[in-house]
């Protein structure tokens, strides 16, 4: 059974039920006493892509990945390239006091290679940057977005033709080979005083060869994730998010251990962590999310460690390199 998505005529609702608030006394307490650290205290990068590989064509039995930080990724599968939740904003903010990118996007905007689809999960500001979506909708892209994100795009110029709105478990196919499906996740919506008056998702990115999922942001949700991988795995490359956690907003973020049961519960493949080391979004170190995946993942999960735009080929195998650990004083 394919859980559909609920709205209630003015907002849309999570298939369990979900808390996305806070206690703001403790946090704020937590945000000027905490000790952990949330930003690096080491520059990171600089990182570059190279961008005449990636404009390179590509080739129809490829499966290739490069994480540009946070949940910006560009997927080459089978012939086709997608960009998900372009973010080139320094800050993932509507103003300039927001929290602040850790290095800059490893390749300009105007160095990325033609697309096929740009697929947005939501519209935090952390995943729908507006200024990115204004700098590619003139080269024709077409957009892929949940329902009511069309019309964020809508009011930032985009015209209605490049916008396609999906619902859950909405498939649209991309030229005569591939298909797109939007599926669940357990997350909220909302860019100002309104919440959750857009859909959130999860993507399925079918070629006629290889399958990825991409999570974008959800909190545990095993259940979604079986039907999901009942649906269409196995994955060959499962993209999930594994940073911002805390006990506070446990239902709306996954963290490390969430994101290796969302990972099983998909059928597995290789796992790409995304959504950590890029933005100081929560009480932890910035590197702990990908220290404590490491740790709790196993000989058995295929993990992709890669550094900010470097280019994946994921038939080679596991990428276990632990880039950061470079940045991180006292560590090996």
């Avoid at 709205?7 to 000027?32: C, D, E, H, I, Q």
Wanted: charged fraction near 20%; hydrophobic fraction near 40%.
């Amino acid at each position: 059974m394919k859980t559909p998505s609920r709205f209630t005529g003015k907002k849309y609702l999570n298939t369990l039920p979900t808390s996305v608030g806070a206690n703001y006394g403790p946090m704020l307490r937590r945000w000027l006493t905490g000790k952990e650290e949330r930003q690096p205290r080491r520059p990171l990068g600089p990182f570059r892509a190279d961008a005449a590989a990636l404009a390179a064509p590509v080739p129809a039995e490829a499966l290739r990945v490069t994480w540009f930080g946070h949940s910006t990724t560009l997927v080459e599968i089978d012939g086709k390239r997608f960009l998900t939740d372009p973010v080139w904003r320094l800050r993932a903010s509507p103003v300039a006091l927001g929290p602040k990118r850790f290095f800059a996007a490893p390749l300009p905007l105007a160095e990325l290679p033609k697309l096929d689809g740009v697929i947005l999960s939501h519209d935090h500001y952390d995943h729908l940057d507006k200024d990115a979506i204004r700098s590619l909708a003139p080269t024709g892209v077409p957009f892929y977005c949940p329902l009511g994100v069309g019309g964020h795009l809508r009011r930032w110029g985009v015209p209605a033709s490049q916008i396609h709105e999906l619902d859950w478990w909405q498939e649209i196919r991309v030229g005569e080979t591939h298909t797109l499906a939007a599926t669940p996740a357990r997350h909220f919506t909302g860019r100002g005083l309104l919440r959750d008056n857009t859909l959130w998702a999860s993507w399925c990115l079918l070629g006629p060869r290889h399958r990825a999922f991409f999570g974008g942001d959800s909190g545990p949700f095993e259940s979604g994730f079986r039907e999901i991988g009942a649906a269409y795995g196995p994955f060959d490359l499962v993209m999930l998010e594994i940073g911002a956690y805390d006990e506070q907003w446990a239902e709306i973020h996954m963290g490390p251990d969430h994101a290796l049961a969302a990972h099983r519960a998909l059928g597995g493949g290789a796992l790409l962590p995304l959504h950590w080391a890029t933005f100081n979004l929560a009480f932890h170190s910035w590197h702990e999310p990908a220290d404590r995946l490491v740790a709790a993942a196993g000989p058995d999960v295929p993990l992709l460690l890669p550094a900010p735009g470097q280019r994946v080929e994921v038939a080679a195998g596991p990428l276990p390199e632990r880039w950061w650990h470079a940045y991180l004083s006292g560590r090996p």
